[in-house]
């Protein structure tokens, strides 16, 4: 089975803090993503990265950056947390696309920014 | 513009109705995917299902099938006989090129005894 395990369940940090957030594939998938999920707004993509050491902006890439320095582990970083930042993060992983943009997906980290 | 369009926010069943969930899409691409996702109160992310644009058989698996009607640009996706187990929220999810999945809002199931 796939399994994408992400760092942590629940994350409470202050405003101003450095914010790290770890995902983790043992897929070998080359193709990983992070979401945020908010009431009402579904999935937005943040960030993705289709190899190590490349990372392209997703939709909302702001006040966020991305580290894969190693094909199975992608880090989503907050600069300096925001209360607007509080909400539930979402990675996954994929193969190449010969598989048809299949996504996997980790159990989400719920981050609030107090 | 890419967009998906899931307009129930939230629908209340009684266990063995069924029940069917809308997701309508907008893309300009001629190739692209279509799929739903079940979020439990788990919070991961089930895939159900994946459609291409080339293929518009109807699919059924077990109590869920899935209608793909590109004339109205709808993917849409029914449970018969609904199972309390089936209480979560559901995701459909437009997939393009370069591999980027655009969802839409979720609609929320919810199942009672």
């Known amino acids: 089975d796939v399994k994408v395990t992400q760092s942590s369940r629940y994350l409470v940090k202050r405003t101003g803090e450095k914010v790290f957030l770890e995902c983790v594939q043992d897929m070998d998938h080359e193709n990983m993503f992070w979401y945020r999920q908010d009431p009402g707004l579904g999935l937005r993509l943040i960030y993705f990265?289709?190899?190590?050491?490349?990372?392209e902006k997703g939709d909302i890439p702001e006040g966020y950056s991305v580290s894969r320095e190693k094909k199975e582990r992608f880090s989503l970083i907050l600069e300096s947390a925001s209360t607007n930042q509080t909400s539930m993060y979402l990675c996954a992983s994929g193969p190449v696309v010969t598989r048809a943009y299949e996504q996997y997906f980790g159990p989400g980290t719920r981050l609030t920014v107090t | 513009a890419q967009k998906v369009t899931q307009a129930q926010t939230e629908i209340s069943v009684v266990e063995k109705e069924d029940v069917t969930l809308d997701c309508v899409y907008e893309t300009r691409d001629t190739t692209y995917y279509l799929f739903w996702y079940k979020q439990p109160p788990s919070g991961e992310l089930v895939f159900l299902i994946r459609?291409?644009?080339?293929?518009?058989q109807n699919e059924i698996s077990g109590r869920y099938s899935w209608n793909f009607q590109k004339s109205t640009s709808s993917f849409n996706f029914t449970i018969t006989a609904s199972q309390v187990v089936d209480s979560a929220v559901y995701f459909c999810?437009?997939?393009?090129?370069?591999?980027?999945?655009?969802f839409g809002t979720g609609t929320r199931l919810l199942v009672s005894p």
């Open positions: 999810a437009l997939g393009l090129p370069v591999q980027k999945l655009v």
């Open positions: 990265s289709y190899d190590v050491k490349m990372k």
């Open positions: 459609r291409n644009s080339f293929d518009e």
